[in-house]
T-cell receptor, first 113, second 112 residues
Framework: DAGVTQSPTHLIKTRGQHVTLRCSPI?????VSWYQQVLGQGPQFIFQ???????GRGNFPDRFSARQFPNYSSELNVNALLLGDSALYLC????????????FGNGTRLTVT | KNEVEQSPQNLTAQEGEFITINCSYS?????LHWLQQHPGGGIVSLFM???GKKKHGRLIATINIQEKHSSLHITASHPRDSAVYIC??????????????FGKGTLLTVNP
């Protein structure tokens, strides 16, 4: 079975643009969570989705939004990009919310110039 | 102050040495997760534990709930163990169960 897949792997955007990142969970996993990891720091929780509903949100501005589709894949959208949004964006899936261990994708490296 | 603190931040060892990475947390937790992150960014789950000790190959994880402390040990370290090791705590405070809190990671370099 394929693991968690994320696309694209790398992305370069300019300030003010918007970006859409995609994540496909492990087959059978219904919960997807998103994390932002700035260089030298641990991941920071952004969103969790389960059964297409938002179940949790971290301390991120409204420029960040996400959704989950009927096939449990997910998109993370970031509008009006700032230089500080440059980071590795990680997606993780689990069978249900609160479930450990999490299974992570390889991430999308976003660079905002 | 981060709710999850790791030490040391950086660790350099010679091949074969015994490695210990520490993780302390300030809130009550229901589980703690040890993760390994390779230079490319991919994260691999190593252990999830809520009490006692777990062992997998050369890796051992322990947790002391009363002392709010966990350790990850690597026996007979090898250069391929070089990575960032991250601990993440799942709080037991009701609706925040989804919100893992991560440490900043420990960068381990094992030299041949």
């Amino acid at each position: 079975d394929a693991g968690v897949t994320q696309s694209p792997t790398h992305l370069i955007k300019t300030r003010g643009q918007h970006v859409t990142l995609r994540c496909s969970p492990i087959s059978g996993h219904k919960s997807v969570s998103w994390y932002q990891q700035v260089l030298g720091q641990g991941p920071q929780f952004i969103f969790q989705y389960y059964e297409k509903e938002e179940r949790g949100r971290g301390n991120f501005p409204d420029r960040f939004s996400a959704r989950q589709f009927p096939n449990y894949s997910s998109e993370l959208n970031v509008n009006a990009l700032l230089l500080g949004d440059s980071a590795l964006y990680l997606c993780a899936s689990s069978l249900v919310p609160y479930d450990l261990p999490l299974h992570f994708g390889n991430g999308t490296r976003l660079t905002v110039t | 102050k981060n709710e999850v603190e790791q030490s040391p931040q950086n660790l350099t060892a010679q091949e074969g040495e015994f490695i210990t990475i520490n993780c302390s947390y300030s809130v009550g937790i229901s589980a703690l997760h040890w993760l390994q992150q390779h230079p490319g960014g991919g994260i691999v789950s190593l252990f999830m534990l809520s009490s006692g000790k777990k062992k997998h190959g050369r890796l051992i994880a322990t947790i002391n709930i009363q002392e709010k402390h966990s350790s990850l040990h690597i026996t007979a370290s090898h250069p391929r163990d070089s990575a960032v090791y991250i601990c993440a705590a799942r709080p037991n405070s009701g609706g925040s169960n989804y919100k893992l809190t991560f440490g900043k990671g420990t960068l381990l370099t094992v030299n041949p």
